[in-house]
């Protein structure tokens, strides 16, 4: 079955870095894009970057970029999300999340890693 | 960029009752790039609908979506007690994704 399975949550300086990773199973991790979508403390979901399934092209929203950067390594069925120059606003739960068709929706999801931005 | 107004923000209804939510684009999107999600407290959301009206794998039928344009619908026919959570349409376009800001559906 599909899994896929975040680490290196944690908590971070305001201004510090942090990367996640993904570790996907149970499907040709090599044919899918992935987005990461993160959820802050009792809101709502807000999607915040995808890969396509080559690494080709990247996407994120306004809100992160120029400061988080996502990357996949394919021999290692593996999803990164580099995120630097963090910001208070970051805190969230960050899932990693299986496309299921050309980037226009999600058919499967990690279980998530938090990430707390405080000093 | 569209924006996505789900309501109402809770709906307070008794199993066995249905259940209608309501998706509102602020301009016309694609039919085939609307989804809908269910999320339960401490739980990754789940897909439901895609594609405005066609379920996911394993989505029981009382599950059905519809609409078109700007307006778009997730019907629950009968609420079963695992069916009280949190609901998200979400639109694709641009190669970027849009959720709205959900609607509990709580127990009466």
């Known amino acids: 079955q599909v899994q896929l399975v975040e680490s290196g949550g944690g908590v971070v300086q305001p201004g510090g870095s942090l990367r996640l990773s993904c570790a996907a199973s149970?499907?040709?991790?090599?044919?899918?894009?992935i987005h990461w979508v993160r959820q802050a403390p009792g809101k709502g979901l807000e999607w915040v970057t995808f890969?396509?399934?080559?690494?080709?092209?990247?996407y994120y929203a306004d809100s992160v970029k120029g400061r988080f950067t996502i990357s996949r390594d394919n021999s290692k069925n593996t999803l990164y999300l580099q995120m630097n120059s963090l910001r208070a606003e970051d805190t969230a739960v960050y899932y990693c999340?299986?496309?299921?068709?050309?980037?226009?929706?999600?058919?499967?999801w990690g279980q998530g890693t938090l990430v707390t931005v405080s000093s | 960029e569209i924006v996505l107004t789900q309501s109402p923000g809770t709906l307070s209804l008794s199993p066995g009752e249905r259940a209608t939510l309501s998706c509102r684009a602020s301009?016309?999107?694609?039919?085939?790039?609307l989804a809908w999600y269910q999320q339960k407290p401490g739980q990754a959301p789940r897909l439901l609908i895609y594609?405005?009206?066609s379920r996911a794998t394993g989505i029981p039928d009382r599950f059905s979506g519809s609409g078109s344009g700007t307006d778009f619908t997730l019907t629950i026919s009968r609420l079963e007690p695992e069916d009280f959570a949190v609901y998200y349409c979400?639109?694709?376009?641009?190669?970027?994704?849009?959720f709205g800001g959900g609607t509990k559906v709580e127990i009466k």
């Open positions: 999340a299986k496309d299921r068709y050309s980037g226009s929706d999600i058919d499967y």
């Open positions: 149970g499907f040709t991790f090599s044919s899918y894009g």
């Open positions: 890969i396509r399934y080559d690494g080709s092209y990247t």
């Open positions: 301009q016309r999107v694609s039919s085939s790039y």
């Open positions: 594609g405005a009206s």
């Open positions: 979400q639109h694709y376009v641009n190669s970027r994704l849009t």
